[in-house]
């Protein structure tokens, strides 16, 4: 990773990654799937102190599509695709528990997972 390279989204947080890969696969999507570890972490929209958008691509690459992934009756995640439908440009993290802070994310906002 270079210095002006934002940090791989696995880095940052694994055990998401680990859920998308596993719940994109079940959903018969395994291409986005795979393109999970390319995505970077650009960090939180900043729209307001709790906006629980996580952006993995600058703003201009995303597209108004979405997927949901949701657990029983409420949306987990939802993925944002990017233009050209092959990854993603963020996620709304819903009801995902990210688990503790990462020193890669020092600017995460308060009240997500």
């Known amino acids: 990773m270079s210095e002006t390279e934002p ?9 998401l990654v680990s859920f998308l890969d596993a719940a994109l696969v ?6 986005l ?4 570890a390319r995505l970077r972490f650009h960090g939180w ?5 709790t906006c629980t958008y ?29 233009r050209g439908h092959d990854s993603f440009a963020g996620m709304e993290i819903c009801e995902f528990d990210l688990g503790p802070a990462s020193a890669l994310d020092p600017d995460r906002p308060a009240g997500v997972g």
């Open 54 to 82: 996580l952006r993995t691509a600058p703003a201009a690459q995303a597209d108004n599509l979405w997927i949901h992934l949701d657990d029983e009756e409420a949306p987990r995640v939802w993925l944002q695709l990017a």
């Open 33 to 36: 799937a795979q393109a999970l």
């Open 26 to 31: 079940a959903e018969g999507e395994p291409a």
């Open 7 to 15: 940090p791989l989204l696995a880095d940052v947080y694994p055990a």
């Open 45 to 49: 929209c900043g729209c307001r102190t």
